[in-house]
């Protein structure tokens, strides 16, 4: 059997590599001069490529479709993935949070891994062809057309990735090539990529890092989202750990119904933060209030936080009514900002939405529309948290896809 892979991503290399080793004849098309752009540039360069734990802990970090992922997932595992990567000689490391890195800390590694794993099986790999057309007839995949001729085969795996940092070449042809075929896309969006802040007050804090804080979403329907961890402020508006995590939980919601809240001071509760504030001024009574708040909090946050608590900046901390302090603590447990959209694909990790899972079996990852089309990695309707979840999405896929012909 003839089988044409279209992208030389992280799913595209695993698919190609084990439909070859399952006794096809693979073809993989790679538009770039090289394979892997975009693995290269994960993890800060260091390449997270999965998570270290059981497939069942791994589909709770699956933010979209985690049921379609079941069966995949628990036929090539991330033990299944590190196994691979140590059989190719990649040796790796287990960090924070059960993130696997190699242990050299270059993605590079790993990139030149799949490529030797690759040759080692004797796919074939085209460099700078772009598919420009996937053809099929009565339902029936026939083969490709490329910017350079047209190419006839049994199957056609998609892994072409998503629409972020499209210069690594993931431009979201794949969507075009479903819908073509007949298949539905879901609404594609950013993930994983900060928010954009209503106003303009937040720009004062830009270059801010706030750890240990509790970062709360609530929309029309009520609060979403709410963790402790680390954020920080930028010149749009806010990013860090907390806000991707935020981000991903947005698909399904109009960003700029999201209203988000700090709470700069989550170990304490409101009586025992009223009681640390009470000191603080009580050291410093006679002083001025803006004078009076840098025990408790990072100097870029006191002019916004005195500014929310209304609290006139020159007033002597000896005429601070009970009702002034009760508003302050409210505000330090409670600092709002209005989302305005969120960041753009050129700087979001993933995209959420894609060709819809609905029509395509979880345990092949072939279409139930167009037999031998198979749709393998981020062009699928799935995404998942930070932590190697998502290249594990494309490996597990890609896997299924791989041996779905032996
Ligand atoms: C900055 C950043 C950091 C990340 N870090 C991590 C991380 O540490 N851990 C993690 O799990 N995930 C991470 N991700 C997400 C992860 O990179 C993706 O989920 C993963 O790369 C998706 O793999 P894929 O094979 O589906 O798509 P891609 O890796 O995007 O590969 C698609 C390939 O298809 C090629 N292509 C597209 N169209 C065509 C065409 N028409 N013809 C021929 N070739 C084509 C593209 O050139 C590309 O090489 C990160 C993403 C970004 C942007």
């Known amino acids: 059997m003839k089988t044409i892979v279209v992208g030389g991503g992280a799913s ?144 056609v795996i998609i892994a072409t990735g998503g629409l972020s940092y499209a210069s690594t070449g993931s431009t979201g042809d794949g969507y075009k090539f479903a819908k073509s075929l007949g298949h539905t896309v879901t609404e594609l969006r950013p993930s994983l990529c900060g928010l954009n802040l209503q106003g303009n007050d937040f720009k004062e804090l830009q270059g801010l890092t706030l750890k240990n804080v509790k970062l709360s979403a609530k929309d029309k329907k009520g609060e979403f989202y709410s963790e402790q961890g680390e954020m920080l402020f930028t010149h749009f508006g806010v990013s860090g750990p907390l806000v991707l995590t935020l981000s991903a939980l947005m698909n399904m919601r109009k960003p700029s119904d999201v209203t988000i809240s700090i709470d700069l001071k989550p170990a304490l509760d409101g009586q025992q933060l009223d009681l640390r504030v009470l000191r603080d001024l009580n050291a410093k009574i006679n002083k001025e209030f803006k004078n009076s708040l840098d025990e408790l909090l990072p100097k870029a946050l006191i002019p916004l936080v005195i500014k929310r608590s209304n609290i006139a900046q020159n007033k002597k901390n000896n005429s601070i009514t009970v009702e002034e302090r009760n508003k302050l603590v409210s505000v330090l447990k409670g600092l709002e900002f209005k989302v305005a959209s969120l960041r753009d694909y050129t700087e979001a990790v993933i995209t959420s939405g894609g060709v819809s899972v609905k029509e395509v079996n979880p345990k092949t990852m072939e279409s139930k529309l167009v037999k031998g089309l198979y749709f393998v990695g981020e062009v699928l309707d799935l995404d998942a948290f930070t932590g190697g979840f998502n290249l594990q999405i494309a490996f597990s896929t890609a896997h299924s896809a791989g041996v779905a012909e032996e």
Do not use: H
């Open 12 to 155: 595209g290399m695993m698919a190609a590599y084990y439909r070859q080793i399952s006794g096809n004849q693979v073809i993989l098309f790679e538009k770039n001069e090289k394979l892997g752009k975009k693995l290269y540039i994960t993890g800060k360069g260091r390449c997270n490529l999965t998570n270290d734990c059981e497939p069942q802990e791994f589909l709770n970090n699956v933010v979209s479709n985690p049921k379609f992922l079941i069966s995949s997932i628990n036929s090539y595992t991330p033990k299944d993935v590190m196994d691979f990567f140590e059989a190719y000689g990649l040796q790796l490391k287990v960090e924070r949070g059960n993130r696997v890195f190699p242990l050299s800390d270059k993605s590079s590694d790993v990139i030149k891994t799949l490529k030797y794993a690759l040759e080692t099986a004797g796919v074939d790999v085209r460099y700078n062809e772009t598919v420009v057309d996937v053809l099929a007839e009565n339902g029936v995949i026939k083969g490709v057309v490329t910017d350079k001729k047209e190419y006839l085969c049994d199957n």
